[in-house]
């Protein structure tokens, strides 16, 4: 255990980047809006919301470092949006959200939107099983991608599409250790989560 | 690529290629290609997975749902049976 922990230490240093000045405290017990505003989720333990957010209807938290465990928050992305911030609009397009996409298309557009905003070039979705997100019909899907140069991570997310527009959660850490240790926190967080 | 050298797989991914853009124009041209590859396989799960979600997405839900139904016959363990299970009831 104290080996993998220690892994999971050197990751972290070895990835640290300088602390950014609009990272913030976010803390237990009241809830917070998240995602441009469009949910709100009650924590029940101290999280962080970092300054860098992958898209302008995003954001993302993490319990102790991105590279251990990060959540992302992202809601009410419209038709005909990305899901993130292009990189190479010209090049290489980021897939769009349709309002005609099922449930069961979402985790495609996670997977491609992977590929090129994260330069995820493995990645495999695992499973997908009905949900809610706030008695809303929702997917829950589990996937594992590695960026280039970097260790394999699993990740859980949960999308609903409501009133045309999309919303969804994920979490994220690498598959050795860190993300069984955080899983049930991601679990208990999400299950707060409430539409606007 | 001649013609003939399309098999079944290649037409599961080209129709693939369409149904992701999702278009309504590739929708239906996404079910043109998952149609020549059952034509091929009708035991090819995923282009039945493929077709079915194809035609949901174009309006044709029963015949979608049809689809699916066949999809989870010959994957009844796949990673999204739950969640197409709950699409089709």
Redo the contacts between chains.
């Keep these: 255990m104290n080996r993998l922990l220690g892994a999971c230490a050197l990751l972290l240093v070895a990835t640290a980047t300088p602390a950014r000045a609009r990272n913030r405290l976010v803390e237990a017990g009241r809830p917070i809006a998240v995602a441009h505003d469009t949910l709100t989720v009650t924590p029940d333990r101290e999280w962080n919301e970092l300054g860098w957010r992958a898209g302008p209807r995003c954001e993302r938290w993490t319990l102790d470092g991105e590279a251990l465990n990060a959540v992302t928050f992202c809601g009410a992305v419209e038709s005909g949006r990305p899901l993130f911030r292009e990189v190479s609009k010209h090049d290489q397009p980021l ?1 769009h959200f ?1 309002t ?6 979402v ?2 557009l996670v997977e ?1 939107s992977y590929r090129i905003a994260l330069g995820a070039s493995l990645m495999t ?6 949900a809610r997100l706030d008695g809303e019909r929702a ?1 829950r ?1 589990r996937y594992t991608f590695t960026r280039q140069e970097e260790v394999e991570r699993h990740g859980e997310a949960i999308a609903a599409i409501r009133g045309k527009k999309l919303y969804w959660m994920s979490y994220e850490a690498p598959s050795i250790h860190c993300y069984a240790r955080d899983l049930e926190s991601w679990r208990r967080l999400a299950a707060t989560a409430r539409f606007r | 690529m001649a013609q003939v050298g399309w098999s079944e797989d290649l037409l599961f991914a080209r129709a693939e290629l369409y149904r992701q853009r999702g278009y309504p124009r590739d929708l239906v041209a996404a079910a043109d290609f998952y149609r020549q590859a059952l034509a091929l396989d009708q035991r090819h799960a995923e282009s039945h997975r493929g077709l079915g979600m194809a035609l949901l997405r174009g309006g044709e839900a029963e015949a979608g749902r049809a689809e699916l139904r066949r999809y989870l016959e010959l994957a009844p363990t796949a990673g999204d049976a739950a969640m197409v299970r709950a699409l089709v009831s």
């Design positions: 897939p349709s005609t996409m099922l449930l069961t298309d985790p495609d491609k979705i695992d499973s997908a099983e009905p997917i899907f």
